[in-house]
Every structure is written in C-alpha cells, then in structure tokens.
C-alpha cells in the first residue's frame, strides 16, 4: 500500500513524522511539506490521487477538500483521504471511509495519536451492519452499487436484511440480518455449496421475515451482489487462436453454469503459453492475470483429470486446463467445477478453491 502525507507548518510537519511511524505498518509512506517551492498543492494531490491508496493532510480541513476536489471521482475507487489538524487533536475520514478503509484508519490513527476520530458516516454513527464494510473486509466485489446503498437505507430504515451465503459463514450475525435457511427461494439455477441452516455452531442467527427486495446473496453466481474472487479458469490452446476465440469460449462456458466473471481470480495455463497473443489480449480486456506453470508442476498437482495421451506427447503432461486451474491456487484447497471442455482446438476447465465469509 502507498501512503501519501502532506503537511504545511513546521508543527504540522513534526506531527506528520510522527504519523508516518504509525502508519508504515500499513506499507510505504511518503512524507512531504507543502512549504516546498517545487511542488505545488495540486500538482501533490494529483499525483497521490493517481499512485496512493490513503492520502494524510495535517492541516485545515478546508484546504484538504478544495485540494481533492477536481479529482473526486467514485466511492468505490477513490483513495482513503484523512485530516488530521495540526496538533493532532481531531482525525477526520473526509473520503471513502468504507471502501477505502479511511474510518478504519482514523479510528486507528486517533488511538495512536490520543486523539478524537470524527465519523460521519450514518451506518457507523447508529452503529448498524454496512455492507459495503463488511464486502471490504471478506474482499467481496459489489456487482450493483445502487443495490449497496438502498441496502444501507433499508437497515437505516429500521428494515430486516435477508442473507444467504454460497461459502461457509462464521462469526456473530449482527442483528439487522437474517440469514435464510431455504434454499428453494434461490433462483433454481444456482447451486449452493452450503445451506446457511448448517452454518457453524459458532455463528449466531436471529431468524425472521424479510422482504425479497432487502437481501444480500454472497456467491460466484450471476444472481448474487457480493462476489468472492474464487474461481480460476485453466485454458489450453493450438496456436494462433484469436482473442476474439478465446473471449467467445470463456464466456459460453461461464454461461452455462450461470458462473459471474467478476468472480475470475485468474486465467491459467502451461508456460508454453505464456506468449499466446489471443489469451494475453483476453486476459488484458478483462483486467485478469495471467498465471502459467511447467509440465512439471502441473504434473504435480494431486487427483485424477482428463488425460490425452497427444497433449502428452506435445506438451509433456496429459491435461493442461485442469491442472492448471488447480495449481493457481497453490495452498488453497480448490475443486474443479466444470471438468475439461474441448471446442475447436480449445480446452477449458473452471475451479473454484474454498472460501467463507466473516462477521465480526
């Protein structure tokens, strides 16, 4: 993580060293005075914008919001950005407070500091369940962010939130939520690993009733809005095939068993691969890594998978995609959840490793 603090008075400038101490547990933090002459406020900001995830002013909070106000963008991507005044009085989470963890930070950094966080944001203030924090935390990806906010106006409304989870779930469940036993209110093609009605003993569940409109599904299907990053998909190919193939391919089969792409970890495949221009140019229009592995560690990867005795001969391990989709996962136990599947001198296999969610 990147952390950018910037301050504007030598008393300023002392409490900022001080902040850096705290903070560099978090990752590397950059220092700087604004009284320097060769670098302006905007020119700072814009620079911390595009590069850091938390971004520290120690000073006035005025100049703190007209400094990040032409870069502002979206909740879901803007950095953390805290104030803290200059005798270390006050921390205050001025953007992303959930998303980007600035609430966290402030509460942190005030303790630290003996200083007073101030939280504004509603959820926290009420002491109430926000999904947007608990995504965070379990690294849920928010498929509809219009969905998330009429989420946090429900529970801020009084309303019961229903919750079903396609992953193991532990922790104590706050009371604004539900957790729902019955499968069957799922749409019938999704496929759950767990039913929540055998969720650990550990995890406490007030049951009730709550409307279809209020209710969070956690999973790698298309109809949940929580997405784990759980799935890999393996791929194998004859050379030269275009990314257009490649895209056309993936997609069918993700289709087909109604899997979400946001919950794609990564595309993998045998190192003899890792130049094929189609599945680089797939993996770059989607924003996935791309992970490739030997015919020797592929071989490595324990159970029983598809053999072909030309790929083989060819490649020097009798199953490519499978093995592959396994392996990404390295120490995390996975399972393959579509077998290998051939199309016109493509093969693909899809694995999903275990997962579960958390409440605190």
Same mark, same amino acid.
């Given at each position: ?33 604004? +009284? ?14 595009? +590069? ?7 000073? %006035?909070?005025?100049?703190?919001? /007209?400094?990040? =106000? ?8 803007? &950095? ?12 205050? &989470? ?9 609430? =966290? ?11 007073? =966080? ?9 002491? +109430? ?15 509809? /962010?219009?969905?998330? !906010?009429?989420?946090?106006? =429900? ?18 469940? &706050? ?29 406490? %569940?007030?049951?009730? !009733?709550?409307?279809?409109?209020? /209710? ?55 190192? !003899? ?7 680089l140019a797939f993996c770059e229009k989607y924003g996935l890594e791309f992970q490739t592995f030997s015919p020797e560690e592929l071989e490595r990867v324990p159970g029983e998978y598809t053999q072909s005795e030309f790929v083989e001969k060819t490649i020097g391990v009798g199953n490519v995609c499978e093995r592959a989709a396994i392996c990404a996962w390295k120490q995390n136990r996975a399972h393959i959840l579509q077998p290998?599947? %051939? ?9 999903? +490793?275990?997962?579960?969610? /958390?409440?605190?």
């Amino acid at each position: 993580m990147q952390i950018e603090i910037i301050s504007f008075t030598s008393q300023g400038s002392s409490l900022a060293k001080k902040i850096k101490e705290i903070m560099k547990v978090y990752g590397n933090v950059q220092v700087t005075s604004g +009284k320097e002459k060769n670098i302006s406020l905007q020119t700072w900001t814009e620079n911390a914008f595009s +590069k850091a995830q938390v971004l520290i002013f120690v000073g %006035a909070a005025g100049i703190a919001v /007209r400094a990040i =106000a032409p870069f502002v963008q979206d909740k879901f991507k803007d &950095p953390a950005v805290l104030v803290v005044d200059e005798k270390g009085t006050y921390v205050i &989470p001025v953007l992303s407070g959930h998303v980007g963890g600035a609430n =966290a930070y402030a509460l942190q950094l005030a303790e630290k500091l003996q200083a007073q =966080a101030v939280i504004t944001t509603a959820t926290d203030i009420n002491q +109430k369940f926000a999904v947007d924090v608990f995504a965070k935390k379990n690294q849920l990806f928010i498929k509809d /962010r219009v969905w998330a !906010k009429e989420i946090s106006a =429900a529970i801020l409304g009084g309303e019961k939130i229903g919750f079903f989870c396609e992953g193991q779930v532990t922790g104590t469940i &706050p009371e604004e939520v539900v957790t729902e036993q019955v499968i069957g209110t799922m749409p019938e093609e999704v496929v759950a690993e767990q039913v929540i009605g055998t969720m650990p003993e550990e995890v406490v %569940a007030e049951q009730g !009733k709550v409307t279809e409109k209020y /209710r969070i599904n956690v999973g790698i299907h298309n109809t949940c809005q929580l997405i784990p990053k759980a799935v890999t998909v393996g791929i194998g190919c004859r050379k030269g095939k275009s990314a257009e193939e490649i895209e056309i391919f993936v997609l069918e089969q993700l289709g087909k068993q109604q899997i979400a792409m946001e919950s794609i970890s990564c595309v993998a495949s045998v190192d !003899k691969k890792k130049n094929e221009a189609g599945i680089l140019a797939f993996c770059e229009k989607y924003g996935l890594e791309f992970q490739t592995f030997s015919p020797e560690e592929l071989e490595r990867v324990p159970g029983e998978y598809t053999q072909s005795e030309f790929v083989e001969k060819t490649i020097g391990v009798g199953n490519v995609c499978e093995r592959a989709a396994i392996c990404a996962w390295k120490q995390n136990r996975a399972h393959i959840l579509q077998p290998k599947t %051939a199309q016109n001198g493509k093969t693909l296999a899809i694995a999903e +490793k275990e997962w579960s969610v /958390r409440f605190e």
